[in-house]
Antibody, heavy 119, light 108 residues
Framework: DVQLVESGGGLVQPGGSLRLSCAASGFTVSSIYMSWVRQAPGRGLEWVSVIYSGGSTYYADSVKGRFTISRDNSKNTLYLQMNSLRAEETAVYYCVRHGSVPRDAFDIWGQGTMVTVSS | SYVLTQAPSVSLAPGKTATITCGGNNIGSKGVHWYQQRPGQAPVLVIYYDSDRPSGIPERFSGSNSGNTATLTISRVEAGDEADYYC???????????FGGGTKLTVL
């Protein structure tokens, strides 16, 4: 079965850090484009970051310089390191799979992991 | 940065046809994807590359894209179609994914 399972969410204080993980099964994360997408409570979907199969990374302007997307090929796992977190970044964070090119649709979504930034 | 515009809400009776639009500058030149998100659930892909349907998505769901508007059409709307619908494109000029603001479909 092809699936994505996120973990690592929780409560963190403003200015704090958190690392999200996304374990993939049924396919290889290093051979495909992967993104993180978040959704604040009651709000729409917001793209956060992408990692290309070749390793290039890109970020939404709102998180650039504070968030880092990476992967561990041996563990077939995607990560999102989030630093200097802000209250407005409280959201469900989804790990998603593109296809073989970045313009492909997100065909597989994880169940999401909740991140709450609050004192 | 590239912007996609969706109406916040659409309401209609069961059995009618829902038309959900997504506006963007020359969006007809891009591949548009559509997602359905029911309350409390992760989004699900319902249309990719303007008009293709993933396996398992009913034929009642269709899409088109031309000029400055992409359209998701849901024929014979059912109560189970009640959800938020999002359009999405890849902006190659910035290497960014862009989502529309979402349209809430209410079945009366």
């Amino acid at each position: 079965d092809v699936q994505l399972v996120e973990s690592g969410g929780g409560l963190v204080q403003p200015g704090g850090s958190l690392r999200l993980s996304c374990a993939a099964s049924g396919f290889t994360v290093s051979s495909i484009y992967m993104s993180w997408v978040r959704q604040a409570p009651g709000r729409g979907l917001e793209w956060v970051s992408v990692i290309y199969s070749g390793g290039s990374t890109y970020y939404a302007d709102s998180v650039k310089g504070r968030f880092t997307i990476s992967r561990d090929n041996s563990k077939n796992t995607l990560y999102l390191q989030m630093n200097s977190l802000r209250a407005e970044e409280t959201a469900v964070y989804y790990c998603v799979r593109h296809g073989s090119v970045p313009r492909d649709a997100f065909d597989i979504w994880g169940q999401g992991t909740m991140v709450t930034v609050s004192s | 940065s590239y912007v996609l515009t969706q109406a916040p809400s659409v309401s209609l009776a069961p059995g009618k046809t829902a038309t959900i639009t997504c506006g963007g500058n020359n969006i007809g030149s891009k591949g548009v994807h559509w997602y359905q998100q029911r309350p409390g659930q992760a989004p699900v892909l319902v249309i990719y590359y303007d008009s293709d349907r993933p396996s398992g998505i009913p034929e009642r769901f269709s899409g088109s894209n031309s000029g400055n508007t992409a359209t998701l059409t849901i024929s014979r709307v059912e109560a189970g179609d009640e959800a938020d619908y999002y359009c999405q494109v890849w902006d190659s000029s910035s290497d960014h994914v862009v989502f529309g603001g979402g349209t809430k479909l209410t079945v009366l």
